[in-house]
Protein backbone atom coordinates (compact mmCIF):
# COMPACT_ATOMS: atom_id res chain seq x y z
CA UNK A 1 0.00 0.00 0.00
CA UNK A 2 1.18 3.55 -0.99
CA UNK A 3 2.28 5.33 2.05
CA UNK A 4 1.35 8.74 0.36
CA UNK A 5 -2.06 8.94 -1.25
CA UNK A 6 -3.79 11.29 -3.45
CA UNK A 7 -7.21 11.62 -4.99
CA UNK A 8 -8.10 12.13 -7.75
CA UNK A 9 -5.60 10.84 -9.64
CA UNK A 10 -6.85 12.71 -12.91
CA UNK A 11 -9.82 15.31 -13.02
CA UNK A 12 -10.81 17.71 -15.79
CA UNK A 13 -12.99 20.30 -14.91
CA UNK A 14 -14.62 23.94 -15.93
CA UNK A 15 -13.12 27.63 -15.68
CA UNK A 16 -14.52 28.60 -12.58
CA UNK A 17 -15.15 25.54 -11.04
CA UNK A 18 -14.19 24.84 -7.47
CA UNK A 19 -11.96 22.19 -7.01
CA UNK A 20 -10.58 20.22 -3.81
CA UNK A 21 -7.12 17.66 -4.16
CA UNK A 22 -6.49 15.50 -0.93
CA UNK A 23 -3.04 13.87 -0.04
CA UNK A 24 -3.45 11.28 2.79
CA UNK A 25 -0.21 9.84 4.40
CA UNK A 26 0.76 6.46 6.46
CA UNK A 27 3.83 7.98 7.05
CA UNK A 28 3.41 9.44 10.43
CA UNK A 29 5.22 12.61 9.37
CA UNK A 30 4.85 15.95 10.86
CA UNK A 31 5.42 17.75 7.47
CA UNK A 32 3.67 18.07 4.37
CA UNK A 33 3.66 20.26 1.08
CA UNK A 34 2.18 20.76 -2.24
CA UNK A 35 4.00 21.41 -5.30
CA UNK A 36 2.71 21.67 -9.12
CA UNK A 37 4.86 20.49 -12.05
CA UNK A 38 4.19 21.78 -15.40
CA UNK A 39 7.24 21.53 -18.44
CA UNK A 40 9.86 22.94 -18.21
CA UNK A 41 9.30 24.33 -15.20
CA UNK A 42 10.19 21.57 -13.22
CA UNK A 43 8.32 21.35 -9.53
CA UNK A 44 7.36 24.39 -7.32
CA UNK A 45 5.89 24.94 -4.15
CA UNK A 46 2.51 25.94 -3.40
CA UNK A 47 1.69 25.73 0.58
CA UNK A 48 3.72 23.57 2.93
CA UNK A 49 2.76 22.71 7.10
CA UNK A 50 5.26 21.59 9.31
CA UNK A 51 2.65 20.90 11.70
CA UNK A 52 -1.78 20.70 11.84
CA UNK A 53 -1.17 25.07 13.11
CA UNK A 54 1.25 26.01 10.60
CA UNK A 55 0.60 26.87 7.56
CA UNK A 56 2.94 28.46 4.85
CA UNK A 57 2.58 29.79 1.63
CA UNK A 58 5.14 29.05 -0.94
CA UNK A 59 6.86 30.60 -4.34
CA UNK A 60 3.16 29.74 -6.39
CA UNK A 61 0.14 29.89 -3.54
CA UNK A 62 -1.98 32.72 -5.72
CA UNK A 63 -5.54 31.24 -6.19
CA UNK A 64 -4.82 28.57 -4.44
CA UNK A 65 -5.66 27.38 -0.43
CA UNK A 66 -4.72 24.29 1.99
CA UNK A 67 -6.09 22.54 4.76
CA UNK A 68 -4.46 20.23 7.04
CA UNK A 69 -7.15 18.46 8.50
CA UNK A 70 -5.04 16.74 10.48
CA UNK A 71 -1.45 15.27 11.12
CA UNK A 72 -2.35 12.79 7.93
CA UNK A 73 -4.40 14.83 5.60
CA UNK A 74 -3.57 18.32 3.51
CA UNK A 75 -5.82 19.40 0.93
CA UNK A 76 -5.12 21.64 -1.57
CA UNK A 77 -8.03 23.58 -3.13
CA UNK A 78 -8.72 25.67 -6.10
CA UNK A 79 -11.56 28.39 -5.37
CA UNK A 80 -11.99 29.30 -8.55
CA UNK A 81 -9.87 27.51 -11.78
CA UNK A 82 -8.19 29.10 -14.49
CA UNK A 83 -7.36 27.25 -17.77
CA UNK A 84 -3.05 28.26 -16.71
CA UNK A 85 -3.54 25.94 -13.36
CA UNK A 86 -3.78 22.86 -15.48
CA UNK A 87 -0.77 21.00 -14.36
CA UNK A 88 0.15 17.76 -12.48
CA UNK A 89 0.24 18.33 -8.43
CA UNK A 90 2.20 16.47 -5.55
CA UNK A 91 1.80 15.85 -2.08
CA UNK A 92 4.75 15.24 -0.09
CA UNK A 93 5.25 14.56 3.02
CA UNK A 94 8.90 14.74 5.08
CA UNK A 95 10.01 14.04 9.16
CA UNK A 96 11.34 16.42 10.81
CA UNK A 97 11.66 13.96 13.77
CA UNK A 98 12.42 10.33 12.86
CA UNK A 99 15.36 8.39 10.99
CA UNK A 100 14.93 9.27 7.31
CA UNK A 101 17.60 11.72 6.04
CA UNK A 102 17.58 15.25 6.36
CA UNK A 103 15.18 17.06 4.08
CA UNK A 104 14.25 14.16 2.87
CA UNK A 105 10.70 13.92 1.21
CA UNK A 106 8.23 11.39 0.58
CA UNK A 107 5.56 12.40 -3.25
CA UNK A 108 2.48 10.69 -3.69
CA UNK A 109 1.33 9.36 -7.05
CA UNK A 110 0.10 13.20 -8.65
CA UNK A 111 -3.07 14.64 -9.55
CA UNK A 112 -3.11 15.67 -13.23
CA UNK A 113 -5.67 18.73 -13.61
CA UNK A 114 -7.19 20.02 -16.52
CA UNK A 115 -9.12 23.10 -16.86
CA UNK A 116 -10.97 23.99 -19.69
CA UNK B 1 14.61 33.96 -10.77
CA UNK B 2 15.27 30.02 -10.90
CA UNK B 3 17.74 29.31 -8.10
CA UNK B 4 18.57 25.85 -9.09
CA UNK B 5 19.40 25.33 -13.01
CA UNK B 6 19.58 21.85 -14.89
CA UNK B 7 20.13 23.47 -18.57
CA UNK B 8 20.35 19.91 -20.63
CA UNK B 9 16.33 19.15 -20.71
CA UNK B 10 17.16 15.75 -22.05
CA UNK B 11 20.72 13.51 -21.68
CA UNK B 12 20.74 10.10 -24.47
CA UNK B 13 23.09 7.24 -23.01
CA UNK B 14 24.33 3.80 -24.00
CA UNK B 15 23.56 1.16 -21.80
CA UNK B 16 27.20 0.29 -19.41
CA UNK B 17 28.42 3.62 -20.10
CA UNK B 18 28.60 6.78 -17.82
CA UNK B 19 25.50 9.04 -17.31
CA UNK B 20 26.65 12.76 -16.18
CA UNK B 21 23.58 14.78 -14.62
CA UNK B 22 24.52 18.32 -14.44
CA UNK B 23 22.90 21.14 -11.98
CA UNK B 24 23.87 24.86 -11.01
CA UNK B 25 22.71 26.75 -8.51
CA UNK B 26 22.74 30.55 -7.77
CA UNK B 27 21.82 31.09 -3.87
CA UNK B 28 25.31 30.74 -1.71
CA UNK B 29 23.18 29.80 1.16
CA UNK B 30 21.85 26.59 -0.09
CA UNK B 31 24.00 23.94 1.96
CA UNK B 32 21.86 20.90 1.38
CA UNK B 33 21.54 19.25 -2.38
CA UNK B 34 19.46 16.31 -3.20
CA UNK B 35 18.54 14.16 -6.17
CA UNK B 36 14.72 12.91 -7.00
CA UNK B 37 14.16 10.48 -10.01
CA UNK B 38 10.48 9.92 -12.00
CA UNK B 39 8.62 7.52 -13.52
CA UNK B 40 5.83 8.38 -15.84
CA UNK B 41 2.83 8.61 -14.03
CA UNK B 42 4.53 8.09 -10.66
CA UNK B 43 5.80 10.85 -8.26
CA UNK B 44 9.11 11.99 -7.55
CA UNK B 45 11.80 9.33 -5.59
CA UNK B 46 14.63 10.29 -3.48
CA UNK B 47 18.00 9.05 -4.71
CA UNK B 48 21.41 10.86 -3.33
CA UNK B 49 22.07 13.57 -1.72
CA UNK B 50 24.70 15.49 -0.30
CA UNK B 51 26.28 18.00 3.03
CA UNK B 52 27.81 21.26 1.90
CA UNK B 53 30.87 19.99 3.98
CA UNK B 54 30.99 17.09 1.42
CA UNK B 55 32.47 16.94 -2.20
CA UNK B 56 31.27 13.66 -3.25
CA UNK B 57 28.98 11.28 -1.96
CA UNK B 58 28.60 7.23 -3.28
CA UNK B 59 26.13 5.15 -2.87
CA UNK B 60 26.35 1.99 -5.40
CA UNK B 61 26.19 2.97 -9.00
CA UNK B 62 25.08 6.65 -8.18
CA UNK B 63 27.83 8.99 -7.09
CA UNK B 64 27.13 13.09 -6.43
CA UNK B 65 29.77 15.60 -6.67
CA UNK B 66 29.60 19.28 -5.26
CA UNK B 67 31.86 22.33 -6.25
CA UNK B 68 30.56 24.45 -3.72
CA UNK B 69 33.28 27.59 -5.78
CA UNK B 70 31.26 27.16 -8.78
CA UNK B 71 28.22 26.31 -7.45
CA UNK B 72 27.69 23.13 -9.34
CA UNK B 73 26.90 19.63 -8.50
CA UNK B 74 26.24 16.36 -11.12
CA UNK B 75 25.37 13.15 -10.63
CA UNK B 76 27.06 10.67 -12.18
CA UNK B 77 25.57 7.40 -12.76
CA UNK B 78 27.78 4.05 -13.63
CA UNK B 79 27.38 1.89 -15.56
CA UNK B 80 24.03 2.86 -16.93
CA UNK B 81 20.84 0.47 -17.13
CA UNK B 82 17.70 0.48 -19.04
CA UNK B 83 15.89 1.44 -15.80
CA UNK B 84 17.59 4.56 -15.10
CA UNK B 85 15.72 5.72 -17.82
CA UNK B 86 13.68 8.57 -16.39
CA UNK B 87 13.40 12.35 -15.35
CA UNK B 88 15.81 13.65 -12.89
CA UNK B 89 15.38 16.54 -10.44
CA UNK B 90 18.10 18.68 -8.72
CA UNK B 91 16.99 20.09 -5.22
CA UNK B 92 18.63 22.19 -2.78
CA UNK B 93 18.15 23.84 0.66
CA UNK B 94 19.48 26.75 3.01
CA UNK B 95 19.14 24.81 6.06
CA UNK B 96 21.40 26.37 8.25
CA UNK B 97 19.26 29.31 7.47
CA UNK B 98 16.29 28.09 9.03
CA UNK B 99 14.92 27.49 5.76
CA UNK B 100 14.32 24.02 4.82
CA UNK B 101 12.01 23.99 2.00
CA UNK B 102 13.55 22.20 -0.88
CA UNK B 103 14.07 24.49 -4.54
CA UNK B 104 14.27 22.15 -7.32
CA UNK B 105 15.73 22.74 -10.66
CA UNK B 106 13.29 21.92 -13.74
CA UNK B 107 14.37 18.55 -14.82
CA UNK B 108 16.85 16.36 -17.10
CA UNK B 109 15.28 13.56 -19.00
CA UNK B 110 17.67 10.29 -19.34
CA UNK B 111 17.43 7.88 -21.77
CA UNK B 112 19.24 5.02 -21.81
CA UNK B 113 19.95 3.30 -25.34
CA UNK B 114 20.03 -0.87 -25.06
Known amino acids: DADVTQTPRNRITKTGKRIMLECSQT?????MYWYRQDPGLGLRLIYYSFDVKDINKGEISDGYSVSRQAQAKFSLSLESAIPNQTALYFCATSDSQGLALYNEQFFGPGTRLTVL | DQQVKQNSPSLSVQEGRISILNCDYT??????FLWYKKYPAEGPTFLIS?????DKNEDGRFTVFLNKSAKHLSLHIVPSQPGDSAVYFCAASATNFGNEKLTFGTGTRLTIIP
Open chain 1, 27 to 31: KGHDR
Open chain 2, 27 to 32: NSMFDY
Open chain 2, 50 to 54: ISSIK
